[in-house]
């Protein structure tokens, strides 16, 4: 029998995937103790000698996990990008149409921001006017912009709403309505749950609103249009 692959199966890990799993280990408790000083001090009061105390090590060595405090911001920019999404898929998953879609996506960023506000903070902020994130990992950022335009490009193709503007003004108009809502929210109210509130109970009038601008109704559309009398168009 093969003896690596003896090891491999039997769960005994073999010396370099000993040391893979003691970075990726170290490197996760680095990143616990980053949020937690970010969710206790601010995102801003981010300290690398803090950080390296928490997980008992040198400030020095924690250079061999993350060289920079940047770099270590960068991670934390991913993650929250990545955490984000997730919450983003939970809610494509459910179907429904355009505007359970738009009541969903504001009510998932308000919950986000309430029970990941350290990263919604960092991600959606800029509490760090220094940081700016790498080329990959706004990557990640981007691709949720794609998801909403490409979900708007379809809600017009079908019929769903007539906007009336490029796909991007609507884009910005949801992100902007939300990320208000979501910002007054943590500013006055952060332990009130989503839904609930001054800000958090708007939701679904905030989609209304835009419902009322921008949705397609065959229905008002044949009463405004010009009654007819036996079969022909009144003359205007």
């Known amino acids: 029998m093969d003896p690596q692959k003896s090891i491999e199966t039997s769960g005994v890990l073999s010396p370099e995937e000993r040391r893979r799993r003691n970075r990726e280990e170290m490197s996760a408790a680095i990143v616990a103790a980053a949020r937690a ?26 250079y061999a996990y993350f060289p920079s405090k940047a770099a270590l ?10 955490r984000y999404q997730s919450y983003r898929a939970e809610s ?3 179907g429904g149409d355009f505007w359970d ?10 919950r986000f921001a309430v029970e990941q ?12 006017p220094s940081f700016v994130p790498s080329e990959g990992s706004m990557a990640e950022s981007l691709k949720l912009l794609a998801q909403l335009e490409q979900r708007i490009a379809a809600a017009i193709a079908e019929g769903e709403l007539r906007p ?6 609507v884009r910005d108009l949801i992100i902007a309505l939300s990320h208000g ?24 009038t905030a989609v209304a609103v835009l419902r009322a601008a921008w949705a397609h109704d065959p229905g008002k559309e ?13 003359p205007r």
């Open 117 to 128: 506000s350290e990263l919604y903070r960092l991600a959606f902020e800029r509490p760090v």
């Open 181 to 204: 809502l979501t910002s007054q929210h943590m500013a006055n109210e952060p332990d009130r749950p989503v839904g609930a509130g001054r800000y958090g109970a708007l939701i679904p």
């Open 222 to 234: 044949d009463s405004s249009a010009s009654p007819r009398s036996n079969g022909s168009a009144n």
């Open 92 to 94: 494509w998953a459910l």
């Open 101 to 110: 879609y738009v009541t969903r996506l504001l009510a998932d960023y308000m």
């Open 73 to 82: 911001y960068d991670e934390l920019f991913r993650q929250a990008i990545v």
């Open 37 to 62: 000083v970010m969710r206790e001090q601010g995102v801003a009061a981010l300290s690398l000698r803090e950080v390296a105390r928490r997980v008992r090590m040198q400030a020095p060595s924690l």
């Open 164 to 169: 009336d503007l490029p796909v991007e003004h």
